[in-house]
């Protein structure tokens, strides 16, 4: 299951959004530093239109929506690399999870403190990735001075040295760890372990008054020119107005996001800019048992997504029997798009597709 880590300053918004996101959660959202002292943590399906077309077409008994899980981390301060405020910890929390939703005030309001005095995104966001920084140099020190007797005579440890050291010049001239492009096959799994939070895919939440939710304002603006450089993510949220939607019916909160100028909530703009910075893709299993979302990262073959139903699917690929869900749709029922032809049987090179509706033959 993907997990994302939701961290920022103290009092930018990170509890009260994380509520909303996770309706039954019961993360405190004070308006003091420190309210979260140990992470919460809740699943939330992830919403997708599609499963519910589907399951009629298959009349299926159950409905199953892939889900991501939101690790809600207490509030970073300056100096949280060295142990400031509850920082060693936090760190940690945040080395667990597959993505960053850093959570950045983009709103004026009298009432809540914000912890340096003033609203400025590009000296928020410049706080929590130093500390990031900091940490991950230490990390790669501690394993550098490790490491040095096993490099004289490791080629393995040769070459991970060679890339920790291009890595602290990358971070020294603070630029976060994801800035230095390493091959995937060769390169990558050889600092994996190390979880470096600054090469950790990350999204900007910039959290707005409901009346700059549409558009955005001058310190979206600011934030979107940051994440240009970082080639991140920008999701425009309102804590504010996700608190407000939990309390609403379906069709109030449709109605209420019209008013607004805005065709979605908060959680469906974060999925979508994790799936978009994660790289993943959503396919489909639909039957009269069940219909399931199911995610994969974009480019996996046809036995890799089998892999995530269950391991034999993959050690005992045959073929898979695939169509695209607009055909399914348009044909009305698998039988249909069968005669129609656009039932086909894909083999183990088969790259899936953004909503294919898949049935693997495997030999148990």
Request: proline letters at 3%; a negative charge; one cysteine or more.
């Amino acid at each position: 299951m993907l997990r994302a880590g939701i961290v920022g300053l103290p009092n930018v918004g990170k509890s009260t959004l994380f509520n909303a996101l996770v309706a039954n959660a019961k993360a405190e959202a004070a308006n003091f530093p420190f309210c979260t002292i140990e992470p919460n943590v809740g699943v939330v399906s992830v919403p997708d239109t599609r499963l519910d077309v589907l399951s009629k077409i298959s009349e299926s008994a159950n409905v199953v929506p892939t889900r991501i899980e939101f690790v809600d981390i207490a509030g970073l301060v300056k100096g949280a690399s060295k142990g400031e405020g509850l920082g060693n910890q936090f760190l940690a929390n945040i080395r667990e999870v597959d993505a960053i939703v850093h959570v950045v005030r983009c709103f004026d309001n009298d009432d809540i403190i914000h912890v340096d005095g003033s609203v400025d995104p590009t000296r928020d966001i410049e706080v929590i990735n130093l500390e990031l920084i900091l940490s991950d140099i230490a990390q790669i020190e501690r394993r550098m001075e490790r490491a040095k007797k096993q490099a004289r005579t490791n080629k393995e440890v040769q070459k991970e040295m060679e890339i920790l050291e291009r890595l602290l010049e990358v971070l020294e001239e603070g630029k976060g760890a994801r800035s230095l492009e390493l091959d995937p096959e060769e390169e990558e799994p050889l600092i994996k372990n190390l979880g470096l939070l600054s090469r950790k895919p990350i999204i900007y939440a910039t959290n707005v008054s409901e009346d700059d939710l549409a558009e955005g304002n001058d310190w979206v603006d600011q934030v979107r020119k940051v994440a240009d450089e970082e080639n991140a993510q920008v999701a425009i949220i309102s804590a504010q107005v996700e608190a407000e939607l939990v309390e609403l019916s379906d069709e109030e909160r449709t109605d209420f996001l019209e008013a607004l100028g805005v065709e979605e909530g908060g959680l469906k703009t974060l999925i979508r800019a994790t799936y978009t910075l994660l790289g993943l893709r959503t396919f489909f299993t639909s039957g009269p048992q069940e219909t399931r979302a199911w995610t994969i990262l974009e480019g996996m073959l046809a036995p890799q997504a089998a892999g995530t139903i269950h391991t034999d699917f993959e050690r005992g690929f045959i073929r898979a029997e695939t169509v695209g869900y607009e055909d399914l749709v348009t044909s009305g029922s698998m039988t249909a798009a069968k005669e129609k032809g656009l039932l086909r049987s894909e083999g183990k090179a088969y790259t899936v597709k953004e909503g294919d509706v898949m049935l693997f033959r495997f030999n148990v």
